[in-house]
């Protein structure tokens, strides 16, 4: 098992730009978490997935993000027109299912930078 | 508010002394408690979690609920220790969703 994967590994963008992020969980995990941490910060729970479903996005900003977990294929967390406040790594985390706290494996993260 | 307190950002020991590595949490009901640790260029990992009351690598960590507090001992630490650690909390009526202290950084010196 490959481990949670997450792409690109380091992304750059201009003010403005989008940036999508991907997340592809661990094979036969059906839960997705996406968790932001900036400098000097410990990381930050911004939203909760299953398959198709948005569970929980209250640490999400309410503008420019957007995240989805489609039937096929890998979890996006989607960010319009970036600033630099932006600028931070985000990691994902996959696990099987819901149960008395069940674990969550994290990715490498993609770091993000905002020019 | 829910939150978790690592007051230090770096703490250096020398190899065979013991570490403690700090954590405060603020939370009105019962919290589960883990302790993350990311060793150079890997991915974060869980080490421990007291509903477990397990000890891993020879850490334990031990939930104090009148001081609210969840600190990360070892009494001999080694060398390949070295990485940052992380507590976390996760509140009852959301579980899946857990609230990370800042960090800190062990440096076990040779």
């Known amino acids: 098992n490959a481990g949670v994967m997450q792409n690109p590994r380091h992304l750059v963008r201009r003010r403005g730009q989008e940036a999508r992020l991907r997340c592809s969980p661990m094979?036969?995990?059906?839960?997705v978490y996406w968790y932001r941490q900036l400098p000097e910060e410990g990381l930050k729970f911004m939203v909760y997935?299953?398959?198709?479903?948005?569970?929980?996005e209250s640490g999400m900003p309410k503008e420019r993000f957007s995240a989805e977990f489609p039937k096929e294929g890998p979890s996006i967390l989607r960010i319009q027109q970036v600033v630099r406040g932006d600028s931070a790594a985000y990691f994902c985390?996959?696990?099987?299912?819901?149960?008395?706290?069940?674990?969550?494996?994290f990715g490498p993260g993609t770091r993000l930078t905002v020019l | 508010a829910q939150r978790v307190t690592q007051p230090e950002k770096l703490l250096s020991v020398f190899k065979g002394a013991p570490v403690e590595l700090k954590c405060n949490y603020s939370?009105?009901?019962?919290?589960?408690l883990f302790w993350y640790v990311q060793y150079s260029r890997q991915r974060l990992q869980l080490l421990l979690r007291h509903i477990s009351r397990e000890s891993i690598k020879g850490f334990t960590a031990d939930l104090n609920k009148g001081e609210t507090s969840f600190h990360l001992k070892k009494p001999f630490a080694q060398e390949e220790d070295s990485a940052m650690y992380y507590c976390a909390l996760s509140p009852m009526d959301s579980s899946y969703k857990l609230i990370f202290g800042s960090g800190t950084r062990l440096l076990v010196r040779p």
């Open positions: 939370y009105s009901g019962s919290p589960e």
């Open positions: 985390a996959s696990s099987p299912y819901i149960e008395n706290t069940d674990t969550q494996y």
């Open positions: 094979k036969g995990h059906s839960h």
């Open positions: 997935l299953q398959k198709e479903n948005i569970i929980d």
